[in-house]
């Protein structure tokens, strides 16, 4: 029997790694980076986009860098991350700038996600400002009776 980890990392698309007897493993979550040997307590953490680093059992050092996810270890052994996108490299540095440019995208897609609620947070309330100001009629009226452009 091998008494390393099995370790998996799956996209929704594919098997990105599976490999067993791995000795251990360097993981990031948001409160910093941890590691992993067989017989560590249960785990489960969110991991955001980073580069997760294995020795097999030859003494080889493997990376994958994955774009956000869930990592669980379960039996001291079974360690599986979850991710939405993932691709392995040989060279850290590499892998690390590919790192840190999904960090920078998905900054970038958070603050239009910011901006585009605001823009409709706004038009929601100048909305309802046009149907409750003086003089416009009955405002619930004209809702329910479909007289809302």
């Given at each position: 029997?091998?008494?390393?980890?099995?370790?998996?990392?799956?996209?929704?698309?594919?098997?990105v790694v599976s490999v067993e007897g791995?000795?251990?493993?360097?993981?990031?979550?948001?409160?910093?980076?941890?590691?992993?040997?067989?017989?560590?307590?249960?785990?489960?953490?969110?991991?955001?986009?980073?580069?997760?680093?294995?020795?097999?059992?030859?003494?080889?050092?493997?990376?994958?860098?994955?774009?956000?996810?869930?990592?669980?270890?379960?039996?001291?052994?079974?360690?599986?991350?979850?991710?939405?996108?993932?691709?392995?490299?040989?060279?850290?540095?590499?892998?690390?700038?590919?790192?840190?440019?999904?960090?920078?995208?998905?900054?970038?897609?958070?603050?239009k996600a910011r901006v585009a609620q605001?823009?409709?947070?706004?038009?929601?309330?100048?909305?309802?400002?046009?149907?409750?100001?003086?003089?416009?009629?009955?405002?619930?009226?004209?809702?329910?009776e479909g007289e809302v452009p």
């Amino acid at each position: 029997m091998n008494d390393g980890l099995h370790l998996s990392i799956a996209t929704p698309e594919a098997s990105v790694v599976s490999v067993e007897g791995v000795r251990s493993v360097r993981a990031m979550d948001e409160s910093g980076s941890f590691g992993l040997r067989p017989g560590h307590a249960d785990l489960l953490t969110a991991l955001p986009a980073s580069v997760v680093r294995w020795c097999e059992a030859d003494g080889t050092m493997r990376y994958c860098a994955v774009r956000g996810g869930v990592l669980t270890l379960s039996g001291g052994r079974h360690l599986a991350i979850a991710c939405r996108e993932a691709f392995c490299g040989e060279r850290l540095d590499t892998l690390e700038a590919q790192v840190a440019a999904m960090r920078e995208s998905q900054g970038e897609a958070e603050r239009k996600a910011r901006v585009a609620q605001t823009q409709l947070h706004a038009r929601a309330v100048r909305q309802l400002m046009r149907y409750l100001r003086p003089g416009s009629g009955d405002p619930l009226r004209a809702i329910l009776e479909g007289e809302v452009p």
